[in-house]
T-cell receptor, first 111, second 118 residues
Framework: QKEVEQDPGPLSVPEGAIVSLNCTYS??????FMWYRQYSRKGPELLMY????GNKEDGRFTAQVDKSSKYISLFIRDSQPSDSATYLC???????????FGTGTRLQVTL | GAVVSQHPSWVICKSGTSVKIECRSL??????MFWYRQFPKQSLMLMAT?????????EQGVEKDKFLINHASLTLSTLTVTSAHPEDSSFYIC??????????????FGSGTRLTVV
């Protein structure tokens, strides 16, 4: 079993839709949770960063962490074609210095 | 914000030659940097962790003699793919750990290098 599971997609939605991206994990020591967006042939770009359980909102993006269920989500409201990319969840423990990534979900927002 | 500059963005080399990829932190000091490899439509695979002034720590299965990592300064880490072969063709990405408020940290990535070995 992988430490972090993420549905690879692809996920196709119409413009304006609400998108829900999810990851589950098995290591209860993970404390820091991140979502990255990666366009084709580019490096990942940090979208959201959360520490422990709860919600965090930034513009059209909301990150949610449920440590009791070992489940994290990223919601994108009013999705745009420019949101078409691969979204990677990543997490690490409070003391370790390396990230553990999900496999990434490819999102396609159509006009 | 913290920016990591990675060069070159793409490189084609002949089999048997060596290629060096540079990763620079532009506006902060990066004591710890990471090197990843990514195959098409797959996630990032950590290759090694480099700490300024010390030897890199390689992940299991990564050949340290083939992928030479040097982190001689707080702003520069390099990855040299030695005696490259076509199976080394991949997308290589560096990352730096950045301290943020409240004694936490985040990770910022370079733009990646696409290596093609012919």
């Amino acid at each position: 079993q992988k430490e972090v599971e993420q549905d690879p997609g692809p996920l196709s939605v119409p413009e304006g839709a609400i998108v829900s991206l999810n990851c589950t994990y098995s290591n209860s020591a993970f404390q820091y949770f991140m979502w990255y967006r990666q366009y084709s042939r580019k490096g990942p770009e940090l979208l959201m960063y959360t520490y422990s359980s709860g919600n965090k909102e930034d513009g059209r993006f909301t990150a949610q962490v449920d440590k009791s269920s070992k489940y994290i989500s990223l919601f994108i409201r009013d999705s745009q074609p420019s949101d078409s990319a691969t979204y990677l969840c990543a997490m690490c423990t409070g003391t370790a210095s390396k990230l553990t990534f999900g496999t990434g979900t490819r999102l396609q927002v159509t006009l | 914000g913290a920016v990591v500059s990675q060069h070159p963005s793409w490189v084609i080399c002949k089999s048997g030659t060596s290629v060096k990829i540079e990763c620079r932190s532009l506006d902060f000091q990066a004591t710890t940097m990471f090197w990843y490899r990514q195959f098409p439509k797959q996630s990032l695979m950590l290759m090694a962790t480099s700490n300024e002034g010390s030897k890199a720590t390689y992940e299991q299965g990564v050949e340290k003699d083939k992928f030479l990592i040097n982190h001689a300064s707080l702003t520069l880490s390099t990855l040299t793919v030695t005696s490259a072969h076509p199976e080394d063709s991949s997308f290589y990405i560096c990352s730096a750990r950045v301290s943020i408020p409240d004694r936490k940290w985040s990770y910022t990535f370079g733009s990646g290098t696409r290596l093609t070995v012919v």
